[in-house]
């Protein structure tokens, strides 16, 4: 079992910056893709940001620019840089990860999520 455990929730201004962490522990073999989502009220859950194992990244178009995804493989950490924030980013921050066991099967886990707020 794999638990997530994020953390940098906030209130923030717009034009503002803030700092999301998931953390990943438990029984790890390897996490592979890891996301980040964002469930905002009256809306469904959008993916946000992407990275591979390796590295690779991909954006939704409405952050290109303005938030970037990493990871730290040897924390099974992932982290979201928002800057430039709006009042449109508010909503719940979900990370998502995907976990390969030693027998070859994938999972799915997600975090509780963080809320984020934009507003002056």
């Known amino acids: 079992q794999v638990q997530l455990v994020e953390s940098g929730r906030g209130l923030v201004q717009p034009g503002g910056s803030l700092r999301l962490s998931c953390a990943a522990s438990?029984?790890?073999?390897?996490?592979?893709?890891m996301r980040w989502y964002c469930h905002a009220t009256g809306k469904q859950r959008e993916l946000v940001a992407v990275?591979?194992?390796?590295?690779?990244?991909n954006y939704a178009d409405s952050v290109k620019g303005r938030f970037t995804i990493s990871r730290d493989n040897a924390k099974n950490t992932v982290y979201l840089q928002m800057n430039s924030l709006k009042p449109e980013d508010t909503a719940v921050y979900y990370c998502?990860?995907?976990?390969?066991?030693?027998?070859?099967?994938?999972?799915?886990?997600w975090g509780q999520g963080t809320q984020v707020t934009v507003s002056s």
């Open positions: 438990g029984s790890i073999f390897s996490i592979n893709t």
């Open positions: 990275i591979m194992r390796g590295g690779s990244t």
């Open positions: 998502k990860a995907d976990h390969s066991t030693s027998w070859g099967s994938v999972y799915n886990y």
